[in-house]
């Protein structure tokens, strides 16, 4: 492989990384403080494009939203759940690591070759995991909307 696309490889895989540790901390974030999911993803990805700069162009910034979205949307929703199950400290561990964890996930294919991120089957991995994430989400709404008794006008 010639050294200008070695380099290149590094600066997408530096950003991808960088992309996926940002996400899972400003998802985190998010959660602790309570704020809404879209406030807290368009700050943090406001975030990841301030530090994008530094490392690369604008343009090859774009290749680590996918991997902060993800990051983002599932620390966020865990740490989010375990606040009401765990002490705060723990659960914005464990939301942390399931972030990074999912990122890392997210990156495997990377390891196959340079057209890994724009292989067919590699935005489906992160489709699979917000799909996932929604059908959760709109189950648990209505577990809670079964059990809440109505409202009593008086």
Do not use: E, H
Not at 63 to 71: I, K, N, R, S, Y
């Amino acid at each position: 492989m010639a050294p200008v696309a070695a380099a290149g490889l590094v600066m997408i895989a530096a950003l991808m990384t960088i992309a996926a540790a940002i996400g899972a901390v400003g998802g985190v974030v998010t959660a602790l403080l309570r704020r809404n999911l879209a406030w807290g993803a368009l700050v943090t990805i406001g975030v990841y494009f301030v530090l994008s700069p530094l490392i690369s162009k604008l343009i090859s910034a774009l290749v680590g939203l996918l991997p902060l979205t993800v990051t983002f949307l599932i620390a966020a929703l865990a740490t989010g759940w375990l606040q009401s199950r765990s002490p705060k400290p723990l659960a914005a561990l464990i939301g942390l690591i399931l972030g990074l964890g999912a990122g890392i996930c997210y990156m495997l294919p990377l390891r196959f070759g340079i057209r890994a991120p724009m292989d067919k089957g590699t935005p489906w991995v992160a489709f699979v995991i917000l799909l996932g994430l929604v059908i959760g989400s709109i189950g648990k709404r209505r577990r809670v909307a079964a059990i809440t008794p109505p409202s009593v006008k008086s």
